[in-house]
T-cell receptor, first 112, second 115 residues
Framework: ELKVEQNPLFLSMQEGKNYTIYCNYS?????LYWYRQDPGKSLESLFV?????AVKQEGRLMASLDTKARLSTLHITAAVHDLSATYFC????????????FGGGTRLMVKP | ETGVTQTPRHLVMGMTNKKSLKCEQH?????MYWYKQSAKKPLELMFV???????ENNSVPSRFSPECPNSSHLFLHLHTLQPEDSALYLC??????????????FGPGTRLTVL
């Protein structure tokens, strides 16, 4: 059974600080997705990582994928309050984007 | 309307009721998905439809019955649910199930409470 584990599950940080969210998974996959979910809202796609070594950056967020280690990271640089949300990684089982297995989510709170 | 819409946004039902959740996508996509997001479990894929044909069913109890009358609409019919079925039900769509790369776009979800 595929397992996708995120840590930490909950993260409280001060504005201006840096931190990394980790996503480990237990099966071979070359593709991984990161989503953001605000309370009461839907999932918003952040990053699509399609190969080993892929790195993508958008604003204060940077995601990377190491398929050999079965690990993806989401790095937050100089956090701001607007980044407060729950972040999910999802592993692509069929390498076509149809069968996603999600991690449990990391709830991020950025305090002023 | 743009993107993926879901109605109702909130639903409270008794265990003997029959209700339906509706999802509509305005993206011209051919694949649609139902997910369940419980408070204490990761997001779970329930059903996948491609061009109105069900292609995946992840061991979902028969009290959940999906229907896809066309590529723009997806329903989830509910009957004799249990309190543990209370969750946020998310719909998603993607361009084409057969493509080598698909990005899923999610709707806002229906918050279901079963009393």
């Amino acid at each position: 059974e595929l397992k996708v584990e995120q840590n930490p599950l909950f993260l409280s940080m001060q504005e201006g600080k840096n931190y990394t969210i980790y996503c480990n998974y237990s099966t071979t996959s070359d593709r991984l997705y990161w989503y953001r979910q605000d309370p009461g809202k839907s999932l918003e796609s952040l990053f699509v990582l399609l190969s080993n070594g892929a790195v993508k950056q958008e604003g204060r967020l940077m995601a990377s994928l190491d398929t050999k280690a079965r690990l993806s990271t989401l790095h937050i640089t100089a956090a701001v309050h607007d980044l407060s949300a729950t972040y999910f990684c999802a592993v692509d089982i069929d390498n076509a984007g149809n069968m996603l297995t999600f991690g449990g989510g990391t709830r991020l709170m950025v305090k002023p | 309307e743009t993107g993926v819409t879901q109605t109702p946004r909130h639903l409270v039902m008794g265990m003997t009721n029959k209700k339906s959740l509706k999802c509509e996508q305005h993206l011209g996509h051919n694949a649609m998905y139902w997910y369940k997001q419980s408070a204490k479990k990761p997001l779970e894929l329930m059903f996948v439809y491609s061009l109105e044909e069900r292609v995946e069913n992840n061991s979902v109890p028969s009290r959940f019955s999906p229907e896809c009358p066309n590529s723009s609409h997806l329903f989830l019919h509910l009957h004799t649910l249990q309190p543990e079925d209370s969750a946020l039900y998310l719909c998603a769509s993607s361009q084409d199930y057969a493509l080598s790369y698909n990005e899923q776009f999610f709707g806002p979800g229906t918050r279901l409470t079963v009393l």
